[in-house]
């Protein structure tokens, strides 16, 4: 609970491990946040979204990784104690400006928490990102649990100043999603003072020469902290009875000490909580006398390689158990049944727990559960965007290609049965590569481009390839779907939205104007919710060359639908008429919206021409249902452009609102 994070009394609270960060970076005395939203680490920039006026913190919601990582690594420079959170492929984004700091270093601590990914439950790659730490010199520490999360996080900043270089906190998703109980310690903030860049006389900028020197004293530096880390706090050995031991680190380490209780084997464990220098010389001690060891990591070999190359000295003979033996998997996550089989295994353990047939069962009981893949939500403007799309590539749709992008309107990948023509599952890269790979496909291909990108992806990663685009009057219509706010991970500002944490008002950029800018002559501009007139400017763009840019403008619904009921406004409703629908059921099959079903009984009417309409009319929920009226608009028996009695599909009270500037 946030009241728990700022909490200046209790000295324990049951937090969320991203809560727990946040609270691990307050008692530290942060000064500087910045932030590009991404699962799973979103919770650290929404709490301290909540409390940075309070705390008198500055934060900024930046465009990107990157452009965050810099103004977190320039306010460490600047004087001030910074953090900042990123999921993993997000220090993709920020690894150019990352790898020349582990060269430069920084000056106040400066924390870049990073959480890998996987099983992709929110990523579009499984990546590990502990090879980001051994690439860039850069120190980094891994928590198995919330409180040691808090923790290390607070010895991050001790480690960043006392080596003058960034530290990493890793973390992956099962870590960021635990809570537990937490202790407190006393926050002792001191006020904001700006300090002087000058004063510290110290010099950041690498390049040749320079870089040279740095590199020397990367490597020196790395040495340094090694030694420090062969003591550290966060390496613990647990004295065990058996052979053979067990090496892990993360959240492996909760899976290990519950599958050793259940196996009741007490295995010597070395937990690792610095990962990056490895404490070389705790590792030999640990193996020295060991018949083999288990190595317990999700992804890569990591641990398991240098553990191999360190054995070869200390312990030649040793056994190792892990990925390249075929015990462990490099994809995926683990869990209590896959390191059970394994431990069962190499512990040679006869036991009655038999994991195989508990998740044989589970999957047989999954199976018969209805398959619910993510759909749009009621009221959402991606919905009636590619609903008018999909319109308008009709008898045309083999010859598009669409590319998708990263944000809800990823979605459309998983709703092909939906929108068949768009084939939303063709090509999808990474943040702003629909526009990159947008421009490849027109070059080599026949088709007609149509590259997808939301508001926050333009701002993110968009602009390059949108200058691409124009400079080199590529082929492609781009549609941008401007829905107000990043909304993925959980409606947080972008530079559309003109307000920033914690709602400051800032400069709205508006996107027609940035494309202006860049000198696109052809931007279309359509209200999303105004769905059957959207479909000629879509065919339009078909039909001309050269680019084309549509942004397709409409907000959030949750977002809208939360900044109505905090201005105390109510959520207007639709209804159906059910004494005069025709129960066709244009309304569900052609637009799908959630909120939309059958009713529970038969009905009939008989129009004006003495036709007589029998069956089943729609029903809308009303505690659905958002307002948006789109669903009005393809009812056949809904004259929305001039409304009356007649209607099929009818307001609840009141006349539609404007929903968005245009
Ligand atoms: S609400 Fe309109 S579209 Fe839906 S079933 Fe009734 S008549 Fe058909
Ligand atoms: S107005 Fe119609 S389409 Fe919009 S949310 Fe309500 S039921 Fe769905």
């Given at each position: 609970?946030?009241?728990?994070?700022?909490?200046?009394?209790k000295?324990?609270?049951?937090l969320?491990?991203?809560?727990?960060?946040?609270?691990?970076?307050?008692?530290?005395?942060?000064?500087?946040?910045a932030?590009?939203?991404?699962?799973?680490?979103?919770?650290?920039?929404?709490?301290?979204?909540?409390?940075?006026n309070?705390?008198?913190i500055k934060?900024?919601?930046a465009t990107?990784?990157?452009?965050?990582?810099?103004?977190?690594?320039?306010a460490?420079m600047?004087?001030?104690?910074s953090l900042?959170a990123?999921k993993s492929?997000?220090?993709?984004?920020?690894?150019?400006?990352f790898?020349?700091?582990g060269y430069?270093?920084?000056?106040?601590?400066?924390?870049?928490?990073?959480?890998?990914d996987?099983?992709?439950?929110?990523?579009q790659?499984?990546?590990?990102?502990?090879?980001f730490?051994?690439?860039s010199?850069?120190?980094?520490?891994?928590?198995?649990?919330?409180?040691?999360?808090?923790r290390?996080?607070k010895?991050?900043?001790?480690?960043?100043?006392?080596?003058?270089?960034?530290?990493?906190?890793?973390?992956?998703?099962?870590?960021n999603?635990?809570?537990?109980?937490?202790?407190?310690?006393?926050?002792?903030?001191?006020?904001?003072?700006?300090a002087?860049?000058?004063?510290?006389n110290?010099?950041?900028?690498t390049?040749?020469?320079?870089?040279?020197?740095?590199k020397?004293?990367?490597?020196?530096?790395r040495?340094?902290i090694?030694?420090?880390?062969e003591?550290?706090e966060f390496?613990t050995?647990?004295?065990?009875?058996?052979?053979?031991g067990?090496?892990?680190?993360?959240?492996?380490?909760?899976?290990?000490?519950?599958?050793?209780?259940k196996?009741?084997?007490?295995?010597?464990i070395?937990?690792?909580?610095?990962?990056?220098?490895?404490?070389k010389?705790?590792?030999?001690s640990?193996?020295?006398?060991?018949e083999?060891?288990i190595?317990v990591?999700?992804?890569?070999?990591?641990?398991?390689?240098?553990?191999?190359a360190i054995?070869?000295?200390?312990?030649?003979?040793?056994?190792?158990?892990?990925?390249?033996?075929?015990?462990?998997?490099?994809?995926?996550?683990?869990?209590?049944?896959?390191?059970?089989?394994?431990?069962?295994?190499?512990?040679?353990?006869?036991?009655p727990?038999?994991?195989?047939?508990?998740?044989?069962?589970a999957?047989?009981l999954?199976?018969?559960?209805?398959?619910?893949?993510?759909v749009?939500c009621?009221?959402?403007?991606?919905?009636?965007?590619?609903w008018?799309?999909?319109?308008?590539?009709?008898?045309?749709?083999?010859?598009?290609?669409?590319i998708?992008?990263?944000?809800?309107?990823?979605?459309?990948?998983?709703?092909?049965?939906?929108?068949?023509?768009?084939?939303?599952d063709?090509?999808?890269l990474?943040?702003g590569?629909?526009?990159?790979?947008g421009?490849g496909?027109?070059?080599?291909?026949?088709?007609?481009?149509?590259?997808?990108?939301g508001?926050?992806?333009f701002f993110?990663?968009?602009?390059?390839?949108?200058?691409n685009?124009?400079?080199?009057?590529?082929?492609?219509?781009v549609?941008?779907?401007?829905?107000?706010?990043?909304?993925?991970?959980?409606?947080?500002?972008?530079?559309?939205?003109?307000?920033?944490?914690?709602n400051?008002?800032?400069?709205?950029?508006q996107?027609e104007d940035?494309?202006?800018g860049?000198g696109?002559?052809?931007?279309i501009?359509?209200?999303?919710f105004?769905?059957?007139?959207?479909?000629p400017s879509?065919?339009?763009?078909?039909?001309?060359?050269?680019?084309?840019v549509?942004?397709?403008?409409?907000p959030?619904?949750?977002?809208?639908?939360?900044r109505k009921?905090?201005?105390?406004?109510?959520?207007q409703?639709?209804?159906v008429?059910?004494?005069?629908c025709?129960?066709?059921?244009?309304?569900?099959k052609?637009?799908?919206c959630p909120?939309?079903?059958?009713?529970?009984?038969?009905?009939?009417?008989?129009?004006?021409?003495?036709?007589?309409w029998?069956?089943?009319?729609?029903?809308?929920?009303?505690e659905?249902?958002?307002?948006?009226?789109?669903?009005?608009?393809?009812?056949?028996?809904?004259?929305?452009?001039?409304?009356?009695?007649?209607?099929?599909?009818?307001?609840h009270?009141?006349?539609r609102?404007?929903?968005?500037d245009?």
């Open positions: 609970m946030l009241s728990d994070v700022i909490s200046k009394d000295t324990q609270a049951f969320f491990c991203n809560e727990a960060i946040v609270r691990g970076a307050l008692e530290s005395d942060v000064k500087v946040v932030f590009y939203p991404g699962s799973p680490v979103s919770e650290i920039l929404d709490t301290f979204y909540q409390i940075s309070d705390f008198d934060m900024e919601i990107n990784e990157k452009v965050a990582l810099e103004i977190v690594a320039g460490s600047g004087g001030q104690r900042i990123m492929v997000g220090l993709n984004v920020a690894s150019d400006t790898f020349s700091l430069t270093g920084v000056n106040k601590g400066c924390v870049l928490v990073f959480a890998d996987p099983f992709c439950h929110s990523s790659s499984e990546e590990d990102g502990r090879f730490a051994s690439n010199y850069i120190p980094m520490l891994e928590p198995t649990d919330p409180v040691e999360a808090k290390m996080t010895a991050a900043f001790d480690i960043s100043e006392k080596f003058q270089t960034i530290v990493l906190v890793r973390t992956t998703t099962r870590i999603h635990q809570s537990t109980v937490v202790p407190l310690e006393p926050l002792n903030r001191t006020e904001f003072r700006k002087s860049f000058r004063e510290f110290r010099k950041y900028a390049v040749g020469l320079k870089a040279r020197a740095f020397l004293k990367m490597l020196e530096r040495e340094r090694r030694e420090d880390f003591e550290s390496n050995i647990i004295e065990g009875t058996a052979n053979i067990v090496i892990v680190s993360g959240v492996s380490y909760n899976y290990v000490r519950e599958v050793s209780n196996l009741e084997i007490n295995p010597p070395l937990k690792l909580g610095t990962t990056y220098p490895l404490p010389n705790l590792i030999s640990f193996i020295k006398d060991l083999g060891v190595v990591e999700e992804l890569s070999p990591y641990l398991e390689i240098q553990l191999k054995a070869k000295d200390s312990n030649p003979n040793l056994k190792v158990y892990g990925k390249e033996s075929g015990h462990f998997s490099e994809a995926f996550e683990y869990n209590i049944p896959i390191v059970f089989n394994v431990f069962k295994e190499i512990y040679k353990i006869e036991t727990i038999d994991y195989d047939a508990i998740v044989s069962r999957d047989e999954k199976s018969i559960l209805p398959v619910r893949i993510p749009f009621p009221g959402c403007p991606h919905r009636a965007t590619f008018a799309l999909q319109k308008a590539v009709t008898g045309k749709s083999n010859q598009i290609a669409l998708n992008d990263i944000g809800c309107y990823s979605m459309l990948l998983l709703n092909s049965e939906i929108y068949p023509k768009l084939h939303g063709d090509l999808m990474s943040m590569a629909t526009l990159g790979s421009s496909i027109s070059l080599a291909a026949n088709e007609k481009v149509i590259s997808v990108i508001d926050s992806t993110h990663a968009g602009l390059p390839g949108m200058i685009i124009c400079h080199h009057n590529e082929n492609v219509i549609i941008v779907l401007d829905n107000s706010v990043t909304a993925m991970t959980g409606q947080q500002t972008n530079p559309g939205t003109g307000y920033s944490p914690p400051n008002p800032k400069n709205k950029i996107i940035v494309l202006k860049i696109f002559k052809n931007i501009i359509n209200d999303c105004d769905a059957k007139n959207c479909i879509f065919k339009k763009a078909l039909e001309e060359p050269g680019p084309t549509i942004i397709s403008r409409g959030c619904a949750l977002w809208n639908d939360r009921r905090t201005r105390g406004e109510k959520i409703p639709f209804y008429d059910q004494d005069v025709r129960k066709c059921h244009t309304c569900m052609d637009f799908y909120a939309i079903s059958m009713d529970s009984q038969e009905k009939q009417y008989t129009d004006e021409n003495g036709k007589l029998q069956g089943f009319s729609s029903y809308i929920s009303p659905l249902c958002d307002g948006c009226g789109v669903c009005s608009i393809l009812c056949p028996y809904t004259n929305h452009e001039n409304r009356s009695e007649k209607d099929v599909i009818k307001f009270e009141k006349q609102e404007v929903r968005h245009l």
